[in-house]
């Protein structure tokens, strides 16, 4: 099992894109540019994650009937609550924020990482266990647990 005090070992395998991407913009030969372009190049990054964490997590905490009219079971407070840190330590990570945030429907939520043919998900289901599931062309390719203890 992978602990989120263990990121290099979870970096240097499927979480790669996730989580071990380098923010801001690269040069031609693949090194970053100057450290100005680098400071906002993590700023929008920042960003990024708390449009999503504010807009999406904390509407559902507001007003969870949203999801009941979806006939989906909303997330609990404290799964949510686990999302955001889960978010936050993505982020301090210089991950790229995901391209949607969904529930569930069994009062979990799941990140979702679109990138050509790939697909990263990190499924925080309502037991508080998380996963991250990596699909490359539709395929299941990697799954790993994450200890939720560690975030």
Not at 58 to 66: F, K, M, V
Not at 119 to 145: G, K, M, Q, Y
Request: glycine share 8%; aromatic share 6%.
């Amino acid at each position: 099992m992978y602990a989120f005090d263990t990121w290099q070992a979870i970096d240097d395998d499927s979480m790669t894109s996730m989580a071990g991407v380098a923010v801001g913009p690269r040069l031609a030969d693949g090194h970053a540019s100057d450290d100005n372009d680098r400071r906002n190049g993590a700023e929008a990054l920042r960003a990024v994650w708390r449009s999503m964490i504010e807009e999406t997590l904390n509407a559902w905490q507001r007003n969870p009937g949203e999801l009941d009219d979806d006939g989906v079971r909303p997330p609990a407070t404290d799964t949510i609550e686990l999302a955001r840190r889960l978010a936050r330590r993505l982020c301090e990570r210089g991950s790229p924020a995901p391209t949607g945030i969904v529930p569930n429907g069994s009062g979990g939520i799941t990140f979702e990482r679109h990138h050509g043919l790939s697909l990263e998900t990190f499924r925080i289901l309502a037991d508080h266990s998380i996963e991250l599931l990596v699909f490359e062309d539709c395929r299941l390719v990697s799954r790993r647990p994450i200890l939720a203890d560690h975030l």
